[in-house]
């Protein structure tokens, strides 16, 4: 099956296949860990984590196979460069959010202190 964009000119789905379970793969591994160190039960933090999940496949399948222009335009280096910045500090800001907890409280509930 040929996935198309919104003109029906078709795009490569594997960006978005890529985006997608990495993200499922991080909510998931981190979402119930990080709601427990929060206070928040299990079952609430899996369900945080699907939502999230859901959330970012949603805005990944938008931008990378709806809204994605076609392979022959040309992208100029300068525009992918400010691109990767941009995600490279959104990246970081998320690894930051995820040491949070570690920070407040000593660090997860029944960690063994040293």
């Known amino acids: 099956m040929e996935v198309r964009n919104r003109d029906g000119e078709p795009v490569d ?30 079952r609430a933090s899996l369900a945080v984590s699907a939502v999230a999940t859901i959330a970012v496949t949603a805005v990944a399948y938008h931008r990378l196979v709806w809204a994605a222009t076609p392979r022959w335009v040309d992208v100029p280096p300068q525009f992918r460069f400010e691109r990767l910045i941009y995600v490279a500090l959104a990246l970081g800001v998320v690894l930051l959010a995820l040491s949070v907890p570690l920070l407040v409280d000593g660090g997860f509930p029944g960690a063994i202190a040293a």
């Open 13 to 42: 789905p594997v960006p978005f296949v890529v985006c997608a379970g990495l993200a499922a793969m991080l909510c998931f591994s981190c979402g119930p860990l990080y709601g427990l160190a929060y206070g928040v039960s299990v």
